[in-house]
T-cell receptor, first 111, second 116 residues
Framework: TQLLEQSPQFLSIQEGENLTVYCNSS?????LQWYRQEPGEGPVLLVT?????EVKKLKRLTFQFGDARKDSSLHITAAQPGDTGLYLC???????????FGKGTHLIIQP | ETGVTQTPRHLVMGMTNKKSLKCEQH?????MYWYKQSAKKPLELMFV???????ENNSVPSRFSPECPNSSHLFLHLHTLQPEDSALYLC???????????????FGPGTRLTVT
C-alpha cells in the first residue's frame, strides 16, 4: 500500500505570513496533484505536477515536485484568510486507476 | 451549470434502510469514481468506472453496490450499513481512467451520510 504523508497536519498562522506544507512518500509516482477542500464541499484541483524537479506557480502559491518524484511541497506567500482550507496531495501511478490521497493539512489563516 | 452534482447532500439512515446516492457529471467525461472521506483517514477510493465498465473495486464491502448506467450517471446503492460507514461520500469524474497524469479528476460536493 502506497502512503502519502502530509505535514504538518494542522497549521494556524496570521495573515501576511508565509508557509510551506509537505507531501512525502517512499514510492515514485507518475504525477502528483494538490487540491483544496473547504467545509461542505468536494476537493478542488489546484495543480498537477508531472516532471521531477518541476515548479509551478499559481498566484501566491508555488508547487514543487521532488527530483525523484517521491515528494512535493506547497509554499504560500503572504497568506490570506481566503487561503483557509484543507490542502490535500494526491498521486497517480500506484497501479490503481484512481488517486491515492494524503490525510491533508488543515490550514487556518487568521485575520 | 456545475460540473459534478451529487444528491442528496445530506442523508440520515438506519442500519436496516436501503438508500441510493446519485452523481451526475456534465463535463463529457468517460470515467467516474466513488470516494469515501472519514474523519482522521485519507480519502479512500471505492470504485472506478471507465466507459460504464467497473475497472476497480477497492475491497469495498458488499453492502455498497455501485451502478453506472451511462458515462454521465453514477449511483451508490446502500443497504444494511453500519455506524462506521458514516462519512462524506464523494463522486468524481475525469476524461478517462488509468494512471495517465493528465486525467485530472473533478469532484462533486459530496453526500454527508450518517448511519444511526
Amino acid at each position: 500500500t502506497q502512503l502519502l504523508e502530509q505535514s504538518p497536519q494542522f497549521l494556524s498562522i496570521q495573515e501576511g505570513e508565509n508557509l510551506t506544507v509537505y507531501c512525502n512518500s517512499s514510492s515514485v509516482f507518475s504525477s502528483l496533484q494538490w487540491y483544496r477542500q473547504e467545509p461542505g464541499e468536494g476537493p478542488v484541483l489546484l495543480v498537477t505536477v508531472v516532471t521531477g524537479g518541476e515548479v509551478k506557480k499559481l498566484k501566491r502559491l508555488t508547487f514543487q515536485f521532488g527530483d525523484a518524484r517521491k515528494d512535493s511541497s506547497l509554499h504560500i506567500t503572504a497568506a490570506q484568510p481566503g487561503d483557509t482550507g484543507l490542502y490535500l496531495c494526491a498521486a497517480t501511478g500506484g497501479g490503481a486507476d484512481g488517486l491515492t490521497f494524503g490525510k491533508g493539512t488543515h490550514l487556518i489563516i487568521q485575520p | 451549470e456545475t460540473g459534478v452534482t451529487q444528491t442528496p447532500r445530506h442523508l440520515v439512515m438506519g442500519m436496516t434502510n436501503k438508500k441510493s446516492l446519485k452523481c451526475e457529471q456534465h463535463l463529457g467525461h468517460n470515467a467516474m469514481y466513488w470516494y469515501k472521506q472519514s474523519a482522521k483517514k485519507p480519502l479512500e477510493l471505492m470504485f472506478v468506472y471507465n466507459f460504464k465498465e467497473q475497472t476497480e473495486n477497492n475491497s469495498v464491502p458488499s453492502r455498497f453496490s455501485p451502478e453506472c448506467p451511462n458515462s454521465s450517471h453514477l449511483f451508490l446503492h446502500l443497504h444494511t450499513l453500519q455506524p462506521e460507514d458514516s462519512a462524506l461520500y464523494l463522486c468524481a469524474s475525469s476524461q478517462d481512467a488509468g494512471p495517465n497524469p493528465t486525467y485530472e479528476q473533478y469532484f462533486g460536493p459530496g453526500t454527508r451520510l450518517t448511519v444511526t
